[in-house]
């Protein structure tokens, strides 16, 4: 495992109440050599064994295809980053293993594949199975020799998984369970050798998990799914009808299987989060690309002002992901490190580890997934008539986005989520979120300092302009948990636009700290691209937390209080404007004269 870096000192969900200086932050750019060299390895992977073969993949003609470039990426180490080397995996660190799905996040439908066998595949075996369990299977998934998939979803339990149907009922001889039931949209199901598989024991209340070979028997599937994107990625029904599995084979404990799923899809979250970089790195290069070489009226189409819009913002919102997206990823691997430093066993510390920063997790997928579908929406719209030909890459890149804001759990299940775990930490005393928003609501009722402020030192305004953001969440957010408390969280539109200023704070937060380090390292006038995406991004994030705190006071407010919080929204969303039309044109320029994205390679 690599040297971590510095200690973290921050815990989830506290970036809204605390300051974080640059230096405390992960930026993608301090990628240590040997990472880098991991991460040039995927990519050459990726350019050789993948892209050239889209379209191959996507038909789904050659059912050996997909488990054969599985099998490859196995023999180069891709599958198992973190999986421990006693078990035929690196042993890398929580943040290189977000690296290599970013990279692998261009790779259209083979990412889902490799996110299944990957994440919800391989980690939950890693972080709860017995010794006998890991020893057994982590080296055969290490390298592909077999295929794993991931069995929670049913027909009528999508987001609330734990109200699933499937059963396991212990023979007579109490040797063997027997599972029955029916599974759906289940990745890699095709060609799998292994399923994880979550199901009742007998009436109980929670799920228990099984790790099921589908040598067992038992096993059965409909064909595959016909669906809107990600074509190349397997996905089919699964059924279970007296599938026996010994009593060994059971995942920790009975009844814990909905606990193994929830921390599970806490990793696939912020993993995801990082997986669409890459998508979103080949977007913008392919619409940069094309913009110069497409001609309309005598001239390349890059000159025109509203292209260039399109390409610079395309770039903004992926550096702000990029920013956050790694923040978050090493925040996790510190707290990893410092809980195994106190003699936490590994697999116990890295869930602990990222369920600390479960909040974060959420916002990466949110986010990211957001991102991807704004980027490739305006690729298709540089390309214009082409980008909606399927003999242009663009059509694909669309399709195929579409799935990101609904698996790991949808994008409106994630922002409540990150809401609730936040009430439920602030009721706890885990953060201090009820005082902050007490001192918020006093500053409110005071008499406003319009005093002078020192704004000499790097980003000071902008920082300043970040905490006022802050206090809007604080302000609205405490107020609402004052006067709804436990019916809060039956307002999902409230926690919702609460999630979405809770979303803003932590991108534009990570997009400047980011900014600040390099202009610590390299000086003001290297990153001036970068500086300018930061401006923008932070300009927009006070733009769109002004309006969705709008829609939440007014929705559970009225008379003087409503009045008197629409006017500390008034003060803490002002703003100077900026000049975002020459701010984006300066972007435009750098990243057509580069002819790709720049900020960072990955």
Request: include cysteine; charge should be negative; proline fraction near 3%.
């Amino acid at each position: 495992m690599e040297p971590v870096a510095k200690k973290n000192t921050l815990n989830g969900g506290e970036y809204l109440i605390r300051e974080t200086a640059a230096a405390d932050v992960f930026i993608p750019e301090a990628f240590s050599e040997e990472q880098k060299m991991m991460a040039q390895a995927c990519q050459d992977f990726l350019d050789k064994e993948i892209l050239p073969k889209m379209e191959e993949i996507d038909g789904m003609k050659n059912p050996e295809l997909v488990p054969e470039i599985l099998r490859k990426a196995g023999e180069l180490g891709l599958l198992a980053i973190s999986v421990p080397e006693e078990f035929g995996g690196l042993g890398m660190s929580f943040n290189t293993s977000m690296l290599i799905a970013d990279i692998i996040g261009a790779a259209g439908s083979f990412s889902t594949t490799y996110g299944a066998h990957t994440g919800i595949g391989i980690l939950p075996v890693l972080y709860y199975g017995t010794a006998q369990q890991k020893e057994k299977y982590l080296p055969k998934l290490s390298n592909a020799e077999w295929a794993a998939c991931y069995c929670l979803t049913e027909p009528e339990a999508g987001s609330d998984a734990n109200s699933g149907k499937t059963k396991a009922t212990l023979n007579p001889e109490g040797t063997h369970y027997l599972i029955n039931g029916q599974k759906m949209w289940i990745s890699n199901a095709g060609f799998a050798h292994f399923f994880i598989v979550f199901a009742k024991v007998n009436d109980d209340k929670n799920l228990s998990a099984f790790l099921v070979e589908k040598t067992f028997g038992g096993i059965s599937m409909n064909e595959e799914e016909k669906k809107m994107g990600i074509k190349g990625s397997s996905t089919r029904q699964v059924f279970f009808k007296d599938c026996p599995v010994p009593v060994e084979n059971m995942l920790s404990e009975r009844g814990q299987g909905f606990k193994i799923a929830v921390n599970i899809l806490n990793i696939g979250r912020v993993k995801l989060g990082a997986g669409v970089l890459g998508g979103c790195r080949r977007v913008l290069g392919l619409s940069i690309q094309y913009a110069s070489e497409r001609k309309q009226f005598g001239v390349s189409i890059d000159s025109f002002g509203a292209v260039q819009a399109k390409l610079a913002e395309m770039a903004i919102k992926t550096y702000a992901c990029e920013s956050l997206c790694y923040r978050a990823g090493q925040d996790i691997e510190d707290r990893i490190a410092a809980l195994e430093a106190e003699g936490m066993e590994p697999s116990k510390a890295k869930l602990k580890g990222v369920e600390e920063f479960a909040i974060e997790c959420a916002i990466a997928k949110v986010h990211g997934s957001e991102v991807l579908d704004y980027v490739v929406d305006q690729g298709v719209q540089v390309y214009g008539g082409m980008g909606y030909s399927a003999e242009a890459p663009m059509e694909r890149a669309y399709r195929d986005a579409r799935i990101s804001r609904i698996y790991e759990g949808t994008n409106e299940i994630n922002r409540i989520l990150m809401v609730g775990m936040l009430l439920k930490r602030a009721m706890k005393g885990e953060l201090n979120i009820m005082d902050a928003a007490r001192k918020v609501g006093e500053e409110l009722k005071a008499v406003p300092d319009f005093s002078a402020r020192d704004h000499a030192a790097p980003l000071s305004k902008e920082k300043a302009i970040l905490q006022n953001m802050k206090k809007i969440f604080l302000m609205i957010g405490g107020q609402a948990a004052r006067s709804l408390g436990d019916k809060l969280e039956d307002e999902q539109e409230i926690m919702m636009h609460l999630a979405d200023i809770m979303i803003e704070i932590y991108a534009a937060e990570s997009a400047l700290l980011r900014t600040e380090k390099l202009m610590a390292s390299k000086g003001e006038d290297a990153v001036k691209t970068q500086l300018a995406a930061s401006q923008v991004y932070l300009y927009e994030a006070v733009e769109k937390i002004n309006a969705a705190g709008k829609e939440a006071i007014y929705s559970f407010t009225s008379g003087d209080e409503q009045k008197l919080l629409l006017m500390g929204l008034k003060r803490f969303a002002r703003i100077e404007g900026i000049n975002t039309k020459s701010l984006r044109r300066q972007i435009a320029a750098s990243l057509i004269a580069e002819g790709k994205y720049f900020f960072f390679h990955a």
